[in-house]
C-alpha cells in the first residue's frame, strides 16, 4: 500500500520572487563552499556572491568558476574580507572547524547574518557566546544542518506530526559513516585528533542529534555515551605494512588492504579527492602520487595515530518522556530510523542498502505496511546530502529576510546534545546538557 500523506517536496523558490536577491560573502573556498557555490549560481533571482576569501588561489578559482566567473570581489582570508567593511548581507562560513566561532564572531560585529557550516564552534561555550552576540545585534544565524532541508527527513516530520504513530514514545537512528568516508576524514583527515578541531560526535553527528531534538520536540535533560576505537589500530595493519602506502607497502595492490592510498588514483579520486587535494582536476599521477607521498592522506589509516572513535552509541532522555538512541558507527554506510509511537512505527533508511531512501509505516494492531512516497532529489538534480543542500540554500532568503522575531537558539539543542555525547563519553558520567553552557573543554 502507498500512502501520499507525507509526501515531501523539496522547499523550492518562494512564490513571489524578492524585490533584489542576497549578497553572499563566502569565507572559505573548500569543498563545502563549492557545493553551495553551486546551488547559488542557479538562483540569481535569490542570491547574488559578491565577494570570496581563501588563502588557495586554486579554491577561489573553483568558487569562481561555479559562480559563471562573475565580477566577485577576491580576499587571501576571511578575515580581510570580514574587515573590508559590510560587502552583503550574508557570510557563509564553510572553513575548517577551528575558525568558525572566531569568524563567525567578527562576521556578526561587521553586520553580517550568517550562513554558518557545522559545527557552529568547537566548544558549547562558544557556540552559546555566538546566539548570544547574534541576538544582542539583531543578526540571524542559519546553520548548516541540512538533513533538516531533505525530502527524507521531511516527510518523517510530516508523518510523526499528523498523528498517525499517536504519542511518541522512543526513537532509534544509525549514522553509519562508511568505512572509507572514515578512513578519510576521521583517521587520515582533518578530524583525526580531537584537541585540533572538534569531537567525531559533533563533527559528524551534529546533524543527527540536531534531527533526534527536532522530532522529539522537547529539551534533552540526560545523555550518556559509550565509544571506542575498534579497528583502525597498529595491531590490525595487515603483515608487513608500511607507515605509508607510497614506500611502497606490499599491500597497496592487492585485496588484503581496502584502504591503499593508491585508489585515490582510481575509484576513490570522486569525490574524495577533490576535498582535500587542491588542483587535483589538472594532475597528473605522478602528481598526485608526490602528494600522497608527503601529506596525509598518504598515510596507512592503521598507523595514524588519530584518537577518533569508530563507534559510539549515544542514549537521550527528554522531558517529555520520549528516549532516543544514536549509534555512530565506520562499518555501514547511511541513515536508519525507527520510531515508536502508542499507534504505530515509521521506519526507513536514506542512502543506505543501495537504495536512495526507504520509508515505511506499520501499525502495531494489523494492516499492511505502509510505503511512504518520497521525492527522489536526484531526479532533479538535488543529489548534494539527499536534497538538503539545495533544500537548505533555497530557503535562505525567506529564513534571512522574513519578519518578525528570529529565534537564533534553534540550532543550539542539537549541539548541546553532541557535546553533552562527548563530555559523557570522557567523563563516564550522565551529562545534562545545559550544564554545559560554562564549559570551556566541552
Known amino acids: 500500500m502507498r500512502s501520499s500523506i507525507a509526501t515531501a517536496t523539496l522547499p523550492g523558490q518562494p512564490k513571489k520572487i524578492p524585490a533584489a536577491p542576497l549578497r553572499l560573502c563566502f569565507v572559505g573556498c573548500g569543498s563545502r563552499a563549492r557545493a553551495y557555490a553551486e546551488v547559488v549560481a542557479s538562483r540569481p533571482q535569490l542570491l547574488e556572491a559578491v565577494a570570496i576569501a581563501d588563502p588557495l588561489a586554486s579554491q577561489r578559482a573553483d568558487v569562481r568558476s561555479l559562480l559563471g566567473d562573475t565580477g566577485v570581489r577576491e580576499f587571501q582570508t576571511g578575515e580581510e574580507l570580514l574587515a573590508a567593511g559590510r560587502l552583503g548581507d550574508v557570510a557563509v562560513i564553510t572553513t575548517q572547524d577551528k575558525f568558525h566561532y572566531r569568524q563567525a564572531m567578527l562576521a556578526l560585529r561587521a553586520g553580517y547574518d550568517l550562513l554558518l ?9 562558544e557556540v552559546h557566546d555566538l546566539v548570544r552576540l547574534a541576538n544582542e545585534l539583531g543578526r540571524r544565524i542559519v546553520l548548516c ?68 531534538s527536532w522530532l522529539a520536540g522537547s529539551e534533552c535533560t540526560a545523555v550518556s555515551s559509550f565509544a571506542g576505537n575498534q579497528w583502525f589500530r597498529p595491531e590490525n595493519a595487515p603483515a608487513g605494512a608500511t607507515a605509508r602506502c607510497t614506500d611502497p607497502c606490499p599491500h597497496a595492490a592487492d585485496s588484503s588492504c581496502p584502504f591503499p592510498a593508491q585508489r585515490y588514483l582510481t575509484d576513490k579520486k570522486q569525490p574524495w579527492l577533490p576535498q582535500v587535494m587542491p588542483g ?34 549515544v542514549s537521550l532522555q527528554f522531558a517529555s518522556g520520549v528516549t532516543a538512541q544514536l549509534l555512530m558507527t565506520a562499518f555501514d554506510r547511511g541513515r536508519r530510523i525507527r520510531i515508536h509511537g502508542t499507534e504505530a512505527i515509521l521506519q526507513g533508511s536514506l542512502h543506505a542498502d543501495g537504495e536512495i531512501h526507504r520509508l515505511e509505516l506499520r501499525l502495531h494492531h494489523g494492516g499492511e505496511a505502509e510505503q511512504i512516497e518520497v521525492e527522489d532529489p536526484s531526479a532533479n538534480g538535488y543529489a548534494g546530502h539527499g536534497g538538503g543542500d539545495f533544500g537548505l540554500v533555497d530557503s535562505l532568503h525567506e529564513l534571512i529576510s522574513a519578519p518578525g522575531p528570529f529565534d537564533n537558539s534553534h540550532f543550539m539543542a542539537g549541539h548541546l546534545i553532541a557535546f553533552a555525547a562527548d563530555a559523557a563519553f570522557h567523563t563516564g558520567r550522565v551529562i545534562v546538557p545545559a550544564e554545559l553552557l560554562q564549559s570551556s573543554v566541552f
Not at 557550516?117 to 561555550?125: D, G, L, N, V
Not at 544509525?174 to 576521521?186: L, N, R
Not at 582536476?281 to 600522497?292: G, P, Q, V, Y
Not at 601529506?295 to 569508530?310: A, E, I, L, N, Q
Request: aromatic residues 10%; contains cysteine.
Open 280 to 313: 587535483w582536476a589538472n594532475a597528473s599521477d605522478d602528481e598526485i602520487l608526490d602528494w600522497l607521498r608527503k601529506g596525509d592522506w598518504g598515510r596507512c589509516v592503521y598507523t595514524c595515530g588519530h584518537d577518533t572513535p569508530d563507534h559510539q552509541v
Open 145 to 212: 544542518f541540512v538533513l533538516r532541508y531533505t525530502p527524507f527527513y521531511r516527510a518523517v516530520k510530516r508523518v510523526l506530526d499528523s498523528g498517525r504513530l499517536g504519542k511518541l514514545v522512543s526513537i532509534q537512528a544509525t549514522e553509519g559513516v562508511e568505512p572509507w568516508h572514515f578512513g578519510h576524514s576521521f583517521v587520515r583527515g582533518n578530524w583525526s585528533v580531537r584537541e585540533k578541531s572538534t569531537p567525531m560526535i559533533v563533527q559528524k553527528c551534529s546533524h543527527d542529534t540536531d534531527i533526534l
Open 117 to 125: 557550516e557545522k559545527p557552529a564552534a568547537c566548544t558549547s561555550a
